[in-house]
């Protein structure tokens, strides 16, 4: 059974910067892609940024420059850096892992920056 676990989330001021962790555990196939999410209340969930487990990254035009996502494969581990935090990142923010067989999600941890 494949688990995902976040943590790192917290509450930070705006300018301020946190790292999230997702620590993955279980039978995985690779390759995969891993993702970070993110949604806010009453709002949907909205992809945030991606790696491949070959190192190809991407990231939505709102947290370009600011976030950073990255992986250990070693420790099965991906991390998301963030940076330059403001208030409209405030979100609980969810870990995915994608192989060719299903998607799974962590259980999120929550981000609030007060301005």
């Known amino acids: 059974q494949v688990q995902l676990v976040e943590s790192g989330g917290g509450l930070v001021q705006a300018g301020g910067s946190l790292r999230l962790s997702c620590v993955m555990s279980g039978s995985f196939f690779a390759p995969n892609t891993n993702a970070w999410y993110r949604q806010a209340p009453g709002t949907e969930r909205e992809l945030v940024a991606t790696?491949?487990?070959?190192?190809?990254?991407n990231y939505a035009d709102s947290v370009k420059g600011r976030f950073t996502i990255s992986r250990d494969n070693a420790k099965n581990t991906v991390y998301l850096q963030m940076n330059s935090l403001k208030p409209e990142d405030t979100a609980v923010y969810y870990c995915n892992l994608r192989d060719f067989r299903r998607t799974y999600w962590g259980q999120g941890t929550q981000v609030t920056v007060s301005s």
């Open positions: 790696i491949t487990s070959g190192g190809s990254t």
